[in-house]
């Protein structure tokens, strides 16, 4: 009864196990009529694929007979005709050839043509022997060569014929030239000139300036007229009205140098979306206006993917702050690596919800837990490390905004500061493998709360590391593009308001990397850590932010001083003109990867650090003034603490002999005050007493 039913659906066809050719016809076709024939156009274009087979089969009987049929020879022709037209159409439609768009024919239309073509004159052959049609062996060759060529033809003709037609009916089109070499160009813009809502004539292409070689040659229907260097000369001698921009294929500082040649000759520019694959050329290609992350594009991220497939592989990973811009994209990162088992970690239980939901979206087989936890509740943390044991820990979660955390310095101490400490020794205790802390350029020299902070959360994973089987690593790096809360979107919602545009200062100046870059670097730099480092990320020439500004607003269309304004509010409290990614104690060293760099120095004393911290929790509720100058004679105490290992450690290397001072300079030196741990009483309270110790005022270098 069931194979019934089944025989009924498939509307009579035997359903017996195809092999070989006819498995792959019935893949295809499921030989199936309405799925031959959709629509009348279908229809159309197999009575053309008819006309052509039985063209193509005369000129080939013709041919083998030196174009001239006798009475017998014609009556031969007319015999097979109607047999091998009927057959070889079925074939063609059977493998859908006739489906193909005319507008986007590709060489793997012209490859399954021929073999269609192919399978039907084999099968026409085996059924005219069959069944005693006489058809000389050479007619079969010439008709599989001719038909090919009329079929191929045809589509060439109409297709041809269509993007005429569309360029007819234009009224009006920009012309237009293609910036960028890319495997998708030629398929770009032969989509571009066959829609006929394309508002661009495709007058040539521009090869990148490494890809000089190709000007003169032609890619696909146009012709590579220049290469970047030859934009401008381009633009006037072919009156070109708009400049397309194949995104993926050129850096941002080409971008902003093209952007500013078009700008000189007053000529739009847009940016084509990369398109890796054209869907029988029904595929609309819609060109959009320049973003600002066009201008700042950096070169793409390579990675180490064998070394992060080992240091990732069959690990159990935990990302705090997961719900963040870079805890999130960690965690993207992770899925598409193959990550095992990842719990996301956060407080936002929105931001959590709907970072699972885009996890398990990915079709990643990683087993994703999310964690609703706060990293300043110890207890809370304890509880997720003993339950999961993670091998690996991204320690993501932080305050980042510099202003906010002036005004409210006790919440960046305990959710920057201790949160940190405290963490890096619950992962010690719990045994997790590596811990990653995601630093910032402003612990570098830090002038704000944030900045300070940072950098004890800094120098507390550095000197954990030597007295702990975990190896702790650091990596710091600048600004991270279209952030939540950074300038970018900022500077979006007030060209939206209309204005104006408030920029602290005119020469300060940040630097900048995309979100994806900054987190396949961090998940490279903790593939390569041994335990101590700090990393710092190559981010390349800083950008002013007046300049970042001017880049929004000219390209929202608007122009600054008639349309909108920029106004200067003056540095912020704990704001830094310039940004930093190293200190003057710290040595840069290159490492495997191209754009990561270690910066090696002294790590400050543990137990000291664990004091200075005792000495901020203490104060974390006093008033914000109180705790920004405790904040800041800490540092300094923790930094000579730094400079006094860093020359003892010198003047170990360098032998038993330390230099002596000149008696009438010594009144003169600094005084460094530096409390002991052990001068501290049971209370927590200040130490009752201190060590002063007196070093030159030049600073020695640190091997």
């Known amino acids: 009864m069931k194979s019934e039913n089944s025989a009924s659906r498939n509307h009579g066809v035997e359903t017996h196990a195809p092999t070989g050719a006819i498995r792959k016809l019935k893949k295809r076709a499921v030989l199936h009529p309405t799925f031959i024939i959709r629509n009348w156009q279908d229809l159309v274009r197999l009575l053309f694929t008819g006309m052509a087979l039985a063209i193509a089969f005369s000129i080939a009987f013709a041919v083998r007979f030196d174009w001239t049929l006798d009475a017998e020879q014609m009556q031969h022709l007319l015999a097979s005709l109607p047999l091998v037209v009927v057959v070889q159409t079925v074939i063609l439609a059977c493998s859908g050839v006739h489906l193909a768009s005319l507008r986007g024919v590709s060489f793997q239309d012209l490859g399954r043509l021929v073999w269609a073509t192919s399978l039907g004159s084999a099968v026409t052959w085996c059924v005219a022997v069959n069944a005693g049609v006489f058809v000389p062996r050479s007619v079969w060759l010439v ?62 292409m521009v090869a990148r300036t490494e ?12 012709r590579v007229l220049g290469s970047v260097d030859d934009l401008h000369s381009l633009i006037v001698s072919h009156s070109i009205d708009e400049v397309l921009l194949v995104s993926g294929s050129l850096g941002g500082k080409q971008i902003r140098a093209i952007e500013q040649i078009c700008n000189e000759a007053i000529v739009a520019v847009r940016v084509i979306p990369v398109l890796d694959t054209l869907i029988d050329g029904n595929v609309a290609i819609q060109p959009r206006a320049l973003a600002i992350e066009d201008l700042l594009k950096r070169e793409s991220v390579q990675i180490d993917l064998n070394a992060i497939s080992c240091f990732i592989g069959g690990s159990t990973i935990v990302v705090t702050g997961a719900a963040g811009s870079i805890g999130s994209e960690i965690c993207r990162q992770l899925v598409a690596l193959n990550a095992t088992r990842l719990v996301i970690l956060d407080r936002n239980e929105s931001g959590l919800f709907w970072l699972e939901r885009e996890l398990r979206r990915l079709g990643s ?33 932080a305050y980042k905004h510099v202003p906010l955390m002036e005004d409210h310095p006790g919440e960046a101490i305990k959710n920057i500061s201790l949160a940190s400490a405290r963490l890096a020794e619950l992962a010690s205790e719990y045994g997790v493998k590596t811990f990653v802390m995601v630093s910032t350029d402003k612990a570098v020299n830090p002038t704000s709360v944030m900045g300070t902070c940072k950098r004890f959360a800094e120098m507390f994973v550095q000197a954990i590391d030597a007295s702990s089987t975990t190896m702790f690593l650091t990596v710091r790096f600048g600004n991270v593009l279209d952030s939540a809360g950074s300038v970018v979107p900022v500077f979006r919602e007030q060209i939206l308001r209309g204005g104006p545009i408030t920029v602290t200062h005119p020469e300060i100046e940040r630097f900048f990397m995309t979100i994806p870059e900054a987190s396949r670097l961090v998940i490279q730099a903790a593939a390569m850590g041994h335990g101590g480092e700090v990393f710092v990320l190559d981010m390349g020439e800083p950008v002013k932010i007046v300049e970042l500004a001017q880049d929004m607003i000219r390209l929202s269309g608007l122009e600054q001083g008639r349309d909108i304004e920029i106004d200067f509010t003056g540095l912020r409290p704990g704001e830094k003109l310039f940004e930093e990614l190293f200190t003057a104690n710290e040595r840069l060293f290159d490492t495997a990867h191209s754009k990561i760099q270690s910066a090696e120095t002294v790590a400050v004393d543990l137990d000291h650090l664990r004091w200075s911290l005792d000495q901020l929790e203490l104060a974390a509720h006093d008033t914000p003034d109180a705790i920004r100058s405790l904040l800041r004679h800490l540092l300094k105490d923790c930094q000579a603490s730094q400079d006094v290992k860093a020359l003892s450690v010198s003047a170990s290397a360098a032998g ?26 049971t209370t927590g309270d200040p130490p009752r007493s201190e060590t002063f110790v007196r070093i030159s005022s030049e600073r020695p270098q640190v091997a």
């Open 656 to 681: 038993p002999k330390v230099p002596e001072l000149v008696a009438t300079e010594v009144d003169q030196l600094p005084r460094l005050r530096l409390f002991t741990p052990a001068l501290t009483d």
């Open 143 to 204: 008709d599989w060569v001719f038909a090919i060529i009329l079929l191929g033809g045809i589509r060439a003709v109409a297709r041809e014929a269509i993007e005429q037609w569309h360029k007819h009916l234009a009224t009006e089109k920009s012309r237009t030239l293609v910036v960028g070499t890319c495997p998708t160009s030629e398929a770009i813009v032969r989509t571009l000139r066959a829609t006929s809502q394309s508002r661009c004539e495709i007058i040539g």
């Open 211 to 222: 890809d000089s070689h190709l000007v003169g040659h032609y890619a696909g229907p146009v």
């Open 365 to 397: 087989d990683a087993t994703v837990i999310p964690c609703i936890g706060d990293i300043t509740d110890s207890r809370r943390m304890d509880a997720i490390l003993a339950e999961y044991r993670p091998h690996i820990l991204f320690h993501a979660a």
